[in-house]
């Protein structure tokens, strides 16, 4: 079949459920397709003229005029009409649950026709078969690219996300953030800086920059396989710990740039998934970029920071109700004088959750948890430059400075995620109390056991909201939205 063109042979599908089960089939039909091609490519048997490619299926849902909610319509002057939201499609088995619940709910919002069929895009080959050609000699590489689609980077991009479409009059709107190309694409860079597999995360994402929380993250998930919990703990490298307590395979040996540690549960309870990004907001956004395509329910940054304020103390929280941006790595796509707003659900969640593990009244809450300002810098020496920054600092009223928050919390805002930060204060250089290892041990032990159990406990109080359809905040879309979360 050759690449046609978008709403050719589109077939009108009855239910949610009917048009999900048809992306599925044309999905799979069109990798054997080009699994097929390829197979009489590498054993040299492709005809010559064969040009046939797999195309990506597409999901197509037209809306009456009446129900339509695109602002960026009529500021464009044109005539209210149906409405028409369309996508291109990747791995349907991996998103059914999303697929199903999204357009579950855009039937029951509006009256929807929901069509179903191939797209005009070609599945590039890299995205069809992994390390397609590892087996090919050098000659077969070299002519690959004419033969088969390589990724479209001018069309894999976050314009969608960034709203550079909300004016475009010759296309259908956005049915999603992600075309099929821009999935793809995060699906294979999650396997190379998590090792794991996408469909090990978790819709619940705790970040952490220190190997400690990880240490106890696998402690706690071993407890929760143990008294029956849990059904899996999965570790970088695919390696699969169940109830009986046996690891499927040795501890990955050469650990990946961020690794990613999955706990799964059994029906009705949430599903979590550590990260440790490491130092840096460059991580913090590399992996954020990626891990939105699988469209997570929250995600949390719960790591330590310095406290700037003398009143604090090693070991109190710092709960983040607004960021100062100076780690400049989003600066180009979401500038920072755009305010980031915090999530009012997350907030509470958050804040019922260190009452609840720390037993602490709520009288005396206060002097153990602080509000404010979180400084993210991209200078881990920032305090051999302090005499410059004091004047900013002072100015925004910052309680805590790291290197990571605001980055995780800029690019939820950007992606839609619901995001909270909660760190812990490990020293505070400002006042002569500098992480020293003695000190350092010290603080470790008592504080991460208890920091990774509020951030599990919070995520067991977002998960009640995100099931009362309460969790996903209006303030983080935007006019002219795609339909999908």
């Not at 048997?45 to 319509?73: F, K």
Request: hydrophobic letters at 35%; a negative charge.
């Amino acid at each position: 079949m050759t690449a046609s063109s978008p709403r050719q042979s589109l077939t009108l599908c009855d239910s949610p459920a009917e048009a999900v089960a048809l992306l599925e089939k044309l999905y799979r039909e069109q990798i054997d397709l080009i699994s097929s091609r390829f197979a009489r490519y590498a054993a040299g048997d492709l005809e010559v003229g064969d040009s046939t490619q797999g195309v990506y299926p597409t999901v197509s849902v037209e809306i009456p005029a009446d129900q339509a909610t695109e602002t960026s319509n009529v500021a464009s002057g044109r005539i209210s009409d149906i409405s028409r939201y369309s996508t291109t499609i990747t791995q349907p088995k991996l998103y059914r649950r999303y697929l199903l619940d999204q357009l579950e709910r855009i039937t029951r919002v509006f009256t929807t026709k929901i069509h179903v069929g191939l797209s005009g895009t070609p599945i590039p080959l890299a995205f069809a078969i992994e390390n397609a050609a590892g087996d090919l000699d050098r000659r077969q590489k070299d002519a690959l690219p004419h033969h088969f689609h390589t990724p479209n980077l001018i069309n894999t991009n976050d314009e969608i996300v960034d709203g550079g479409q909300i004016f475009l009059t010759d296309a259908d709107n956005a049915l999603s953030l992600f075309t099929a190309e821009r999935v793809d694409y995060s699906l294979h860079r999650i396997r190379h800086y998590c090792a794991t597999e996408p469909d090990h995360f978790q819709p619940f994402i705790l970040f952490t920059n220190y190997q400690r929380y990880v240490d106890e993250f696998i402690e706690f998930g071993l407890e929760e396989l143990k008294s029956g919990k849990a059904e899996m703990l999965v570790e970088p490298g695919n390696r699969i710990t169940r109830r009986d307590g046996e690891p499927s395979r040795p501890t990955i040996a050469k650990p990946p740039q961020m690794p990613a540690y999955h706990l799964i549960r059994g029906e009705g309870q949430p599903g979590v998934t550590l990260v440790n990004i490491g130092v840096g907001p460059s991580n913090a956004k590399t992996i954020t970029d990626h891990l939105a395509v699988l469209r997570p329910h929250v995600w949390l940054m719960i790591g330590h920071c310095g406290a700037l304020r003398r009143t604090q103390r090693l070991g109190d929280y710092v709960l983040a109700h607004a960021y100062l941006r100076d780690d400049n790595v989003l600066d180009d796509v979401l500038p920072p004088t755009i305010p980031l707003p915090t999530i009012a659900e997350v907030q509470l969640a958050l804040t019922r959750a260190v009452q609840d593990e720390t037993g602490i009244d709520h009288s005396q809450l206060k002097q153990h948890l602080r509000t404010g300002t979180v400084v993210t810098t991209g200078d881990r020496n920032w305090e051999l430059r302090f005499s410059q920054i004091a004047k900013r600092l002072n100015q925004s009223r910052a309680i805590a400075i790291d290197m990571e928050s605001a980055t995780v919390a800029a690019n939820g805002y950007r992606y839609r995620v619901p995001y909270g930060t909660l760190l812990c204060a490990s020293d505070k250089p400002l006042h002569g109390e500098i992480k020293l290892p003695g000190m350092a041990d010290a603080f470790y032990q008592e504080r991460v056991g208890q920091h990774l159990a509020i951030g599990l406990r919070t995520i067991d109080l977002l998960a009640k909201e995100a099931d009362a359809g309460t969790l996903h905040s209006r303030k983080l879309r935007s006019f002219g939205e795609p339909l999908f979360r």
